[in-house]
Protein backbone atom coordinates (compact mmCIF):
# COMPACT_ATOMS: atom_id res chain seq x y z
CA UNK A 1 0.00 0.00 0.00
CA UNK A 2 1.35 3.31 -0.88
CA UNK A 3 1.11 6.37 1.33
CA UNK A 4 -1.39 7.73 -1.22
CA UNK A 5 -3.57 5.02 -1.04
CA UNK A 6 -2.94 5.07 2.94
CA UNK A 7 -3.85 9.01 2.87
CA UNK A 8 -6.81 8.46 0.54
CA UNK A 9 -8.39 5.68 2.96
CA UNK A 10 -7.87 8.34 5.84
CA UNK A 11 -9.65 10.91 3.48
CA UNK A 12 -12.15 8.32 2.37
CA UNK A 13 -12.75 7.54 6.25
CA UNK A 14 -12.98 11.38 7.42
CA UNK A 15 -15.17 11.76 4.71
CA UNK A 16 -17.95 9.17 5.94
CA UNK A 17 -17.45 10.26 9.08
CA UNK A 18 -18.47 13.75 8.46
CA UNK A 19 -21.05 12.65 6.43
CA UNK A 20 -22.20 10.04 9.03
CA UNK A 21 -21.53 13.01 11.73
CA UNK A 22 -24.16 15.29 9.38
CA UNK A 23 -26.22 12.90 9.23
CA UNK A 24 -26.89 12.85 12.90
CA UNK A 25 -26.50 16.46 13.26
CA UNK A 26 -29.38 16.71 10.81
CA UNK A 27 -31.18 13.97 12.29
CA UNK A 28 -31.03 15.94 15.76
CA UNK A 29 -31.62 19.64 14.23
CA UNK A 30 -34.69 17.72 12.41
CA UNK A 31 -35.73 16.35 15.79
CA UNK A 32 -35.22 19.50 17.23
CA UNK A 33 -36.92 21.17 14.93
CA UNK A 34 -40.19 19.08 14.86
CA UNK A 35 -40.00 19.00 19.18
CA UNK A 36 -39.98 23.36 18.64
CA UNK A 37 -43.03 23.05 16.39
CA UNK A 38 -44.93 20.67 18.33
CA UNK A 39 -44.14 22.75 21.28
CA UNK A 40 -44.73 25.81 19.34
CA UNK A 41 -48.46 24.23 18.39
CA UNK A 42 -49.44 23.37 21.91
CA UNK A 43 -48.44 26.74 23.19
CA UNK A 44 -50.35 28.02 20.41
CA UNK A 45 -53.74 25.40 20.96
CA UNK A 46 -53.09 26.67 25.00
CA UNK A 47 -53.10 30.45 24.30
CA UNK A 48 -56.18 29.60 22.05
CA UNK A 49 -57.58 27.81 24.20
CA UNK A 50 -57.18 30.61 27.36
CA UNK A 51 -58.64 33.31 24.49
CA UNK A 52 -61.62 31.30 24.26
CA UNK A 53 -62.00 30.96 27.93
CA UNK A 54 -61.27 34.77 28.40
CA UNK A 55 -63.74 35.71 25.92
CA UNK A 56 -66.44 32.89 27.27
CA UNK A 57 -65.87 34.54 30.68
CA UNK A 58 -66.01 38.19 29.37
CA UNK A 59 -69.06 37.22 27.80
CA UNK A 60 -70.86 35.40 30.82
CA UNK A 61 -69.56 38.51 33.17
CA UNK A 62 -70.81 41.29 30.17
CA UNK A 63 -74.27 39.30 29.76
CA UNK A 64 -75.01 38.82 33.94
CA UNK A 65 -74.02 42.47 34.33
CA UNK A 66 -76.24 43.66 31.26
CA UNK A 67 -79.18 41.63 33.03
CA UNK A 68 -78.18 43.13 36.28
CA UNK A 69 -78.72 46.44 34.62
CA UNK A 70 -81.83 45.27 32.98
CA UNK A 71 -83.59 44.04 36.20
CA UNK A 72 -82.48 47.26 38.00
CA UNK A 73 -83.91 49.35 36.03
CA UNK A 74 -87.36 47.23 36.07
CA UNK A 75 -87.34 47.41 39.62
CA UNK A 76 -86.78 51.32 39.67
CA UNK A 77 -89.70 51.92 37.09
CA UNK A 78 -91.76 49.57 38.88
CA UNK A 79 -91.00 51.51 42.12
CA UNK A 80 -91.56 54.91 39.95
CA UNK A 81 -94.87 53.66 38.79
CA UNK A 82 -96.33 52.89 42.59
CA UNK A 83 -94.94 55.95 44.04
CA UNK A 84 -96.92 57.21 41.40
CA UNK A 85 -99.97 55.21 42.17
CA UNK A 86 -99.36 56.20 45.64
CA UNK A 87 -99.61 60.02 45.15
CA UNK A 88 -102.07 59.79 42.48
CA UNK A 89 -104.58 57.88 45.37
CA UNK A 90 -102.60 60.57 48.33
CA UNK A 91 -104.24 62.92 45.55
CA UNK A 92 -107.35 61.18 45.31
CA UNK A 93 -108.09 61.26 48.85
CA UNK A 94 -107.47 65.08 49.39
CA UNK A 95 -109.87 66.23 46.88
CA UNK A 96 -113.02 64.30 48.52
CA UNK A 97 -115.69 66.37 49.29
CA UNK A 98 -119.26 66.66 50.31
CA UNK A 99 -121.09 63.64 51.69
CA UNK A 100 -117.94 61.44 50.85
CA UNK A 101 -115.45 63.35 52.76
CA UNK A 102 -118.17 64.17 55.91
CA UNK A 103 -119.16 59.82 55.81
CA UNK A 104 -115.53 58.73 55.92
CA UNK A 105 -114.50 61.28 58.55
CA UNK A 106 -117.69 61.08 60.67
CA UNK A 107 -116.53 56.95 60.51
CA UNK A 108 -113.02 57.25 61.76
CA UNK A 109 -113.82 59.79 64.13
CA UNK A 110 -116.38 57.69 65.94
CA UNK A 111 -114.01 55.24 65.73
CA UNK A 112 -112.04 56.97 67.79
CA UNK A 113 -113.77 58.55 70.05
CA UNK A 114 -114.69 54.76 70.90
CA UNK A 115 -110.87 54.40 72.67
CA UNK A 116 -111.91 57.33 75.63
CA UNK A 117 -114.28 56.39 78.27
CA UNK A 118 -116.17 60.05 78.81
CA UNK A 119 -112.74 61.54 79.11
CA UNK A 120 -112.79 65.47 77.40
CA UNK A 121 -110.65 65.07 74.39
CA UNK A 122 -109.23 66.95 71.71
CA UNK A 123 -109.68 66.37 67.98
CA UNK A 124 -107.55 67.34 65.35
CA UNK A 125 -108.01 67.35 61.74
CA UNK A 126 -106.83 68.86 58.27
CA UNK A 127 -106.96 72.51 58.78
CA UNK A 128 -109.67 72.53 55.19
CA UNK A 129 -111.65 69.99 57.52
CA UNK A 130 -111.96 72.45 60.54
CA UNK A 131 -115.69 73.24 59.72
CA UNK A 132 -116.66 69.97 58.99
CA UNK A 133 -115.09 68.61 62.41
CA UNK A 134 -116.75 71.56 64.58
CA UNK A 135 -120.17 70.13 62.63
CA UNK A 136 -119.33 66.55 63.61
CA UNK A 137 -118.53 67.40 66.97
CA UNK A 138 -121.51 69.62 67.24
CA UNK A 139 -123.50 66.79 69.43
CA UNK A 140 -120.20 65.37 71.45
CA UNK A 141 -120.16 66.51 74.91
CA UNK A 142 -116.59 66.98 76.30
CA UNK A 143 -114.62 67.14 72.54
CA UNK A 144 -113.38 70.06 70.86
CA UNK A 145 -111.36 70.98 68.01
CA UNK A 146 -107.83 71.63 68.34
CA UNK A 147 -105.20 72.74 66.17
CA UNK A 148 -104.73 71.65 62.56
CA UNK A 149 -102.74 68.60 61.85
CA UNK A 150 -101.07 68.00 58.71
CA UNK A 151 -102.77 64.78 56.49
CA UNK A 152 -104.89 63.87 54.19
CA UNK A 153 -107.81 63.82 55.78
CA UNK A 154 -109.65 62.04 59.13
CA UNK A 155 -108.84 62.70 62.51
CA UNK A 156 -106.13 62.52 65.50
CA UNK A 157 -107.94 62.28 69.00
CA UNK A 158 -105.96 63.01 71.94
CA UNK A 159 -106.98 62.82 75.36
CA UNK A 160 -106.91 65.86 77.59
CA UNK A 161 -106.01 63.52 80.60
CA UNK A 162 -104.44 60.88 79.18
CA UNK A 163 -101.25 60.43 76.53
CA UNK A 164 -103.93 58.24 74.47
CA UNK A 165 -103.95 59.31 71.16
CA UNK A 166 -105.93 57.55 68.31
CA UNK A 167 -104.24 58.29 64.77
CA UNK A 168 -107.69 58.28 62.60
CA UNK A 169 -106.23 59.88 59.28
CA UNK A 170 -106.51 58.82 56.01
CA UNK A 171 -102.67 58.74 55.52
CA UNK A 172 -102.45 56.28 58.60
CA UNK A 173 -105.42 54.11 57.10
CA UNK A 174 -103.32 54.63 53.69
CA UNK A 175 -100.17 53.14 54.94
CA UNK A 176 -101.74 50.15 56.45
CA UNK A 177 -103.76 49.26 53.67
CA UNK A 178 -101.01 49.96 51.02
CA UNK A 179 -98.66 47.66 52.89
CA UNK A 180 -100.58 45.26 53.76
CA UNK A 181 -101.98 44.89 49.91
CA UNK A 182 -98.28 46.15 47.85
CA UNK A 183 -97.73 42.68 46.82
CA UNK A 184 -101.20 42.03 44.98
CA UNK A 185 -100.75 45.78 43.91
CA UNK A 186 -97.79 44.93 42.54
CA UNK A 187 -98.78 41.79 41.00
CA UNK A 188 -101.77 43.29 39.20
CA UNK A 189 -99.98 46.01 37.89
CA UNK A 190 -97.23 43.86 36.82
CA UNK A 191 -98.60 40.84 35.25
CA UNK A 192 -96.53 39.30 33.33
Do not use: P
Not at 23 to 46: C, F, K, P
Amino acid sequence: MSLDTVVEDIREEARARADELLDEANAEAEEIVSEAEADAERLRQEREAEVERTIAQERDRSLSSAKLEAKQERLEARRDLLDEVREETESALTELEGDRREELTGALLEAALAEFDEESVVVRGREEDAELLERLLSDVEDAHVGDAYDCLGGVVVEGDGSRVKVNNTFDSLLEEVWDRNLKELSDTLFEQ
